[in-house]
């Protein structure tokens, strides 16, 4: 089974809400950082949110107020909560995971667990 599975995506309009989950508990590290990404083709890879084991948290500017990243530890459960989705926003959506002793961070370079990814469809 593959440490990282995303579920959760579709398409919406404009305004719409999206909630997308990822299962972790194939994840080694114990303090992990987790993290979600997005890439559009023909773009980089960018960071939309993180979360450490302790709770705190840091977002992207472009989704910081609509987006919610959130983790169930009983359940070990990573999730992204998405409200006022926007056009923008459509992408393949990743989740990942880190080891914890780094900052908390977007850099996709801290990151070594990723999933298969989820695609977020935003219609105008």
């Known amino acids: 089974q593959a440490p990282l599975v995303e579920s959760g995506g579709g398409s919406v309009q404009a305004g719409g809400s999206l909630r997308l989950s990822c299962p972790h508990s194939?994840?080694?590290?114990?303090?992990?950082?987790m993290g979600w990404f997005r890439q559009v083709p023909g773009k980089t890879r960018e960071g939309v949110a993180a979360?450490?084991?302790?709770?705190?948290?840091t977002y992207a500017g472009s989704v910081k107020g609509r987006f919610t990243i959130s983790k169930d530890t009983a359940e070990k459960t990573l999730s992204l909560q998405m409200t006022n989705l926007k056009p923008e926003d459509s992408a393949m959506y990743y989740c990942?995971?880190?080891?914890?002793?780094?900052?908390?961070?977007?850099?996709?370079?801290?990151?070594?667990?990723w999933g298969q990814g989820t695609q977020v469809t935003v219609s105008s």
């Open positions: 979360i450490d084991s302790n709770g705190s948290t």
């Open positions: 194939g994840v080694v590290y114990i303090n992990a950082h």
């Open positions: 990942a995971a880190g080891p914890g002793y780094y900052r908390l961070g977007l850099d996709e370079y801290f990151y070594d667990y």
